[in-house]
């Protein structure tokens, strides 16, 4: 079996849960791990067993590596991204892809001009129960779609190094780290829209709480998402699915299909075990998206579900979503 020697940048919490999903990745190795925090770099070698540096150069002469996963703030993205590819590497990168358009287009052009792969890891086009309502609406088993609501909301995240998630300038607020995932699965799910109106707050963190309608040809989709809820408020995302021939309904309780004629039926997803036993079900969705990546770079085919295309188009439109927020 081949195996991806992989370099992860940022050893924060998307770092941590980005090495937990290589641990039980069988065609993938974490090689080592790049941070800039003494106390950080420490506590991820002590955990993952990984040597760490402090820059991409410095990793380069120590260690062989076949790609890069980037965990860095959002602000850090189009320069480390580039900087790995134009190493040679192929690049995974959390999203949102950047902060602005300009950076995604660069991210896009130095990709092509290299020849080295990038993904963006938007893992909600992956997790299970948003991938089998992309499978139901594709089939058409139970009819068009009418309306979809999608909803995400936590408190503030309080973790982030240095509170950079506080500083619109480096994470560009609520809206675009947070909603985009709903805004980023609407677009994979209905195309593109034909009407989009949103309103929301703004707050000195940037837009906090956004509500957004979208009209695809006969479809609605209202999306809900935010960050400025009360600090024991818990993280939440659900959704719920109205079609001609049923209903899905995936919030607090499992994920279940309503047909007029039938009794609900509750659809099981499958757990990922982690390596040495224990369930790592929460990883689902992380461990799917690093999976593709993997996969699709050992077997040379396109990125199919996650195009870096389509992650710029995720970001176009949030920042549109701001805008309106903003100039209502
Ligand atoms: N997919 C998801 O569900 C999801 C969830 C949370 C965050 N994210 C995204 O993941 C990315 C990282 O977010 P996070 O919450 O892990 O942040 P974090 O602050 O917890 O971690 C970032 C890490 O990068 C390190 N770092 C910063 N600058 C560096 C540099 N120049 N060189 C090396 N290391 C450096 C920091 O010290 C920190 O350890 C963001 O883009 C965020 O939007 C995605």
């Known amino acids: 079996m081949t195996t991806t020697r992989v370099l992860l940048m940022g050893a924060g919490f998307m770092g941590k849960m980005h090495g937990n999903v290589y641990r039980s990745l069988p065609n993938a190795q974490l090689i080592g791990v790049v941070e800039r925090q003494v106390e950080r770099a420490q506590a991820y ?39 790995a590819l134009l190493a ?45 309502l992309k499978e139901l609406k594709d089939s058409g088993e139970l009819g068009d779609l009418l309306s979809l609501n999608l909803t995400r909301y936590s408190q503030f995240p309080y973790w982030s190094s240095d509170n950079w998630l506080a500083n619109e300038l480096l994470s560009g ?31 000195e963190k940037g837009a906090s709480h956004v509500f957004t309608t979208f009209r695809f040809g006969k479809t609605i989709v209202h999306a809900e998402g935010g960050w400025n809820l009360s600090s024991n408020a818990p993280f939440k995302m659900s959704f719920r699915a109205v079609f001609e021939r049923g209903t899905v309904i995936w919030d607090a309780s499992p994920f279940t299909i309503y047909r007029p004629d039938s009794a609900p ?19 689902g969705g992380y461990f799917v998206t690093i999976r593709e990546f993997i996969d699709r770079l050992q077997d040379g085919k396109p990125f199919v579900v996650s ?4 992650s710029r188009r995720s ?14």
């Open 173 to 203: 607020g609520g809206v675009l780290d947070m909603h985009i995932h709903d805004t980023d699965f609407a677009l994979y799910l209905c195309g593109e829209p034909d009407e989009m109106k949103s309103s929301g707050t703004v707050d």
């Open 88 to 132: 040679g590497k192929d690049v995974l990168c959390e999203k949102p892809m950047a902060l602005s358009l300009a950076d995604a287009d660069e991210m896009i052009r130095v990709s092509h001009e290299s020849g080295r792969r990038l993904m963006i890891a938007h893992c909600i086009r992956f997790w299970p129960e948003y991938a089998k």
């Open 315 to 328: 970001v176009q439109t949030v920042l549109e979503e701001i805008a309106q927020i903003k100039s209502s």
């Open 45 to 83: 070698t002590n955990e993952f067993g990984v040597p760490a540096f402090s820059t991409l150069a410095e990793a380069q002469s120590h260690v062989d590596f076949d790609a890069v996963d980037i965990c860095l703030p959002t602000h850090l993205h189009k320069e480390a991204t580039i900087e």
């Open 307 to 310: 195009t870096v295309e389509s």
């Open 265 to 283: 039926e509750v659809v099981e997803f499958a757990q990922v075990e982690a390596e040495g036993g224990g369930n790592i079900s929460s990883l």
